[in-house]
């Protein structure tokens, strides 16, 4: 199924995975419609992506926003939300206001975003949502972002009968190169990235292009719905 002329909405789609699957949607011919908090990053994200692209600051904790960012843009073919929110730290010392907030952005965000975009989807159109391996591999420190990715699988699953034929996945990083890990000193991440590496079976980290080529998939193959895809180099596994 070409993306040649198709109407691609990426909410979080100026920076990291998100960005890299604006790229790759954009060169594959789509018109890409990219939305996020920060207009600074809007408008860089804009000028790297080769293609036609627009951009709108959009709040993914706020409903009344969401709601209203998809009664202005009219009809789309594909909605991809890359919501990443997170908290670390053990169970019995996190902060609920922390954990909640978790979920209005990474939950919350997504669901609200399926609501009222499903509406405007064409007929073979999409909605691709994000989670992450803390779901399959119990990490611990990672409560908080097992809960939220979890409740985004169950979601999808259910979306995936509610909304047919609107076809519904996730997909599911995991360690990738992205701005996520910018505050950690630069020795300290490389040094992360170059453990986990070792470990895993790919013997390297994620890119943020391994998780757009994903997305692209799902976008295209009109046979597949209702799943989980793990991008995450064997991380699950070890």
């Given at each position: 199924?070409?993306l040649?002329?198709k109407?691609?909405?990426i909410?979080?789609?100026?920076s ?18 990219i ?18 692209v ?13 709601r209203?960012?998809f ?15 997170g ?8 902060e ?6 978790v979920?209005?952005?990474?939950f919350w ?8 975009g ?16 803390a ?11 097992a ?11 259910t979306?995936?009968?509610e ?9 599911s ?17 490389h040094a992360?990235f170059?453990?986990l590496?070792g ?7 994620g ?27 064997g991380h699950?596994?070890?």
């Amino acid at each position: 199924m070409p993306l040649t002329d198709k109407r691609v909405v990426i909410i979080g789609g100026s920076s990291g995975m998100g960005l890299a699957t604006a790229q790759a949607a954009a060169e594959a011919g789509a018109y890409v419609l990219i939305a996020g908090r920060s207009k600074e990053k809007l408008h860089r994200a804009m000028e790297e992506i080769n293609g036609d692209v627009d951009g709108h600051t959009l709040d993914v904790t706020r409903e009344d926003e969401i709601r209203d960012f998809f009664a202005g843009i009219g009809t789309l073919d594909h909605l991809v939300t890359t919501t990443a929110s997170g908290v670390t730290g053990p169970f019995l010392e996190l902060e609920s206001a922390a954990v909640r907030g978790v979920f209005e952005s990474k939950f919350w965000g997504q669901y609200f975003a399926a609501r009222y975009g499903a509406p405007r989807i064409q007929p073979g159109g999409s909605i691709t949502m994000f989670a992450g391996v803390a779901s399959e591999k119990p990490l611990p420190g990672l409560v908080a972002y097992a809960a939220v990715n979890g409740a985004v699988e169950g979601l999808c699953r259910t979306l995936a009968l509610e909304l047919a034929p609107i076809r519904v996945n996730v997909v599911s990083p995991g360690i990738v190169m992205t701005p996520a890990y910018a505050a950690m000193p630069e020795e300290e991440r490389h040094a992360l990235f170059a453990s986990l590496a070792g470990k895993l079976p790919v013997r390297r980290v994620g890119q943020p292009v391994d998780v757009a080529q994903t997305v692209l998939y799902l976008l295209r193959n009109g046979y597949t719905t209702g799943t989980v895809i793990s991008v995450d180099g064997g991380h699950r596994l070890i």
